[in-house]
Nanobody
Framework: VQLVESGGGLVQPGDSLRLSCTASGRTFSYYAMGWFRQAQGKEREFVASISRSDGTYYANSVKDRFTISRDNAKNTVYLQMNNLKPEDTALYYC?????????????????WGQGTQVTVSS
């Protein structure tokens, strides 16, 4: 399984972005998928996850601003980010949890994409 993220960029505070992550392979619907981010000098942190039954989970810092969704027909998971703040600036990674648990524990994810940069600045 390979994961490829896209959709990052430079935006102003209050703007929106939608990140996409497309997976290779034919068993995408069996995986839970997660989004994580890593700001410069900080540890990688959980952002959101979605289970294979479409249960969704969010970090408190993004709840009510970010929405995770998936399209199994396209092997793609999305992260809609609204009302972006400078503190959302980070390299955003998608990851696949083959066990399907949609955990916030990054150590449970077996595959990672290369990341897409999101910068929020005025």
């Amino acid at each position: 399984v390979q994961l490829v993220e896209s959709g990052g960029g430079l935006v102003q505070p209050g703007d929106s972005l939608r990140l996409s992550c497309t997976a290779s392979g034919r068993t995408f619907s069996y995986y839970a998928m997660g989004w994580f981010r890593q700001a410069q000098g900080k540890e990688r942190e959980f952002v959101a996850s979605i289970s294979r039954s479409d249960g969704t989970y969010y970090a408190n810092s993004v709840k009510d601003r970010f929405t995770i969704s998936r399209d199994n027909a396209k092997n793609t998971v999305y992260l809609q980010m609204n009302n972006l703040k400078p503190e959302d600036t980070a390299l955003y990674y998608c990851a696949a949890d083959f066990g399907g648990s949609a955990t916030s524990d990054k150590n449970r994810y077996e595959r990672w994409g290369q990341g897409t940069q999101v910068t929020v600045s005025s």
